[in-house]
């Protein structure tokens, strides 16, 4: 299990691109298919901070039922079921390859470098999922949706970008403490020659 976590930083290219070419086809749906659906407004996922009850029923209503199903098919059955596990994939290989760049981080055991990176991403996975559970539950049945169902979605959502902002910020700054690491390195090999 370990080992197979550190081997993702083998594939963090490849990982980023599907992960990128993901998101890409799910914006494209979005704006070109899924707004027009809902009357333009945008799908309770892009809500950053959140909706109200009546936000989100108004999104409903909009939708209808054919555009509800639509949604779920195209979007949580499909692009939204695989792309929380790649987007996290992604982010633990990232994690891991930019934390290798860092002697501190590479020194430490394996186990502790796999444990670091899942428990910085894991959050936002859980929280995706569970965000997209609640969402689609909603979808299936609208007129059994209350206004708890809401709240716990718009929660979830903002919890989802809270946690996933984590695990961004991280690899930030891991590669911003690799690139100021570099020249003091240079440094002192340039001392040691001297």
Same mark, same amino acid.
């Given at each position: 299990? /370990?080992?197979?976590?550190?081997?993702?930083? +083998?594939?963090?290219?490849?990982?980023?691109?599907?992960?990128?070419?993901?998101?890409?086809?799910?914006?494209?749906?979005?704006?070109?298919?899924?707004?027009?659906?809902?009357?333009?407004?945008?799908?309770?996922?892009?809500?950053?901070?959140?909706?109200?009850?009546?936000?989100?029923?108004?999104?409903?209503?909009?939708?209808?039922?054919?555009?509800?199903?639509? /949604?779920?098919?195209?979007?949580?059955?499909?692009?939204?079921?695989?792309?929380?596990? &790649? &987007?996290?994939?992604? &982010?633990?290989?990232?994690?891991?390859?930019?934390?290798?760049?860092?002697?501190?981080?590479?020194?430490?055991? !394996?186990?502790?470098?796999?444990?670091?990176?899942?428990?910085?991403?894991?959050?936002?996975?859980?929280? !995706?999922?569970?965000?997209?559970?609640?969402?689609? +539950?909603?979808?299936?049945?609208? @007129?059994?949706?209350?206004?708890?169902?809401?709240?716990?979605?718009?929660? &979830? /959502?903002?919890?989802?970008?809270?946690?996933?902002?984590?695990?961004?910020?991280?690899?930030?700054?891991?590669?911003?403490?690799?690139?100021?690491? +570099? @020249?003091?390195?240079?440094?002192?090999?340039?001392?040691?020659?001297?």
């Amino acid at each position: 299990m /370990i080992q197979t976590i550190l081997r993702l930083r +083998r594939h963090a290219a490849a990982l980023s691109f599907a992960s990128a070419a993901v998101f890409a086809a799910m914006t494209m749906l979005e704006f070109l298919y899924f707004r027009r659906l809902s009357g333009g407004m945008s799908s309770l996922d892009l809500r950053f901070w959140g909706f109200s009850e009546s936000e989100g029923f108004a999104w409903v209503a909009g939708l209808g039922r054919p555009g509800a199903e639509t /949604i779920l098919v195209w979007h949580y059955l499909t692009f939204d079921l695989v792309f929380p596990t &790649l &987007l996290s994939a992604t &982010l633990v290989s990232l994690i891991l390859k930019s934390g290798d760049r860092l002697p501190r981080f590479s020194t430490l055991s !394996d186990r502790l470098r796999a444990t670091l990176a899942l428990v910085l991403v894991l959050p936002y996975t859980i929280s !995706d999922y569970a965000q997209n559970l609640v969402v689609a +539950r909603i979808l299936s049945d609208p @007129p059994s949706a209350g206004a708890e169902a809401m709240a716990l979605a718009s929660g &979830l /959502i903002v919890v989802k970008f809270a946690f996933l902002a984590v695990p961004v910020i991280t690899i930030a700054a891991l590669v911003l403490a690799a690139r100021r690491a +570099r @020249p003091n390195s240079a440094d002192l090999g340039s001392h040691g020659a001297s």
